[in-house]
């Protein structure tokens, strides 16, 4: 088994996931983390247990933060039954020769006539592609020890990811405001349908902008960059809320409501003006991020 320091195999499979066969994997310049799961067979009462166990678990479905994999030897198509079947919402990629198994010394040999099946096996893999935690085993009945899974997961933290989701989000935040400030225009001048329209578009973009900002939040070493993230998303999801309210206004205008609208509009202008800017990381937090772009 690959021991945690240890690089972590690239590898590319077909699989199954939300119903459809395509390719997956590990890249070699992870943009999540990776939890890379072995087991050995679909439908077997053990892996069953095991996989729905996974799906449970609320912190892999952070999809920005966190990618789960499962790899057994069965087929494509025989994933996609199993994942249907049991409500697996991850990958299932197939090692027919179990060669991805081989290259993280997870292989058994032959099980119940299968042959080249891999170990029941969990490795958390970093955003450096590094092994953070490894487990296996040699009985197929034996189960993982999943709150030490998640604590592995929570301990990954790299400020460079962080940066650039920060400033990912923060693109984000900037098409919100903008779309926010066009509803806005749309909304003074009556046009009820555009700005309610408009408004919607500007919540999507504050909806990705708040997450990315959560995700960056997530990845923080330092402490400045933590606290910057967790206001930029505090006030991206204030903005949301005030569209969400500018919306609900122009629907109740266009509805003859004229009362009900002007209270909503004036909570939506408060909590705008409430957000004000949104400062770029670099002015942020007093951190040197000069090469980060190379």
């Not at 499962?70 to 994942?83: K, N």
Request: net charge negative.
């Amino acid at each position: 088994m690959l021991e945690p320091g240890a690089p972590a195999p690239t590898f590319s499979l077909p699989g199954a996931h939300d119903g459809e066969i395509d390719e997956f994997g590990l890249p070699a310049e992870p943009d999540r983390v990776h939890v890379v799961v072995f087991y050995p067979l679909d439908f077997s009462p053990a892996c069953t247990r095991e996989m729905c166990s996974l799906r449970d678990v609320e912190l892999f479905g952070l999809e920005r933060d966190v990618r789960l994999l499962g790899i057994g030897v069965d087929s494509a198509y025989s994933h996609r039954r199993f994942a249907e079947e049991n409500g697996l919402g991850f990958p299932l990629l197939s090692d027919r020769l179990g060669d991805v198994a081989e290259s993280y010394d997870v292989l058994a040999g032959e099980v119940e006539g299968h042959p080249r099946v891999a170990k029941r096996a969990i490795f958390v893999v970093d955003l450096h592609r590094t092994v953070q935690y490894a487990w296996s085993t040699d009985d197929p009945l034996e189960q993982p020890d999943l709150g030490q899974v998640t604590d592995a997961i929570e301990a990954i933290q790299d400020d460079r990811t962080s940066m650039h989701r920060y400033r990912d989000a923060h693109e984000q935040f900037q098409y919100g405001r903008s779309e926010l400030d066009a509803a806005r225009a749309a909304y003074h001048e009556k046009h009820w349908g555009l700005a309610i329209e408009t408004f919607q578009e500007a919540q999507y973009y504050l909806d990705e902008a708040a997450e990315g900002f959560s995700s960056a939040r997530r990845f923080a070493e330092s402490d400045g960059i933590e606290a910057a993230a967790a206001s930029a998303a505090e006030k991206a999801r204030r903005l949301r809320q005030a569209a969400d309210w500018f919306a609900t206004a122009a629907r109740n205008h266009g509805d003859g409501d004229d009362e009900a609208a002007e209270e909503y509009h004036d909570d939506a202008t408060a909590a705008i003006e409430e957000v004000g800017e949104l400062p770029s990381l670099k002015q942020e937090v007093d951190l040197d991020i000069a090469g980060d772009d190379d």
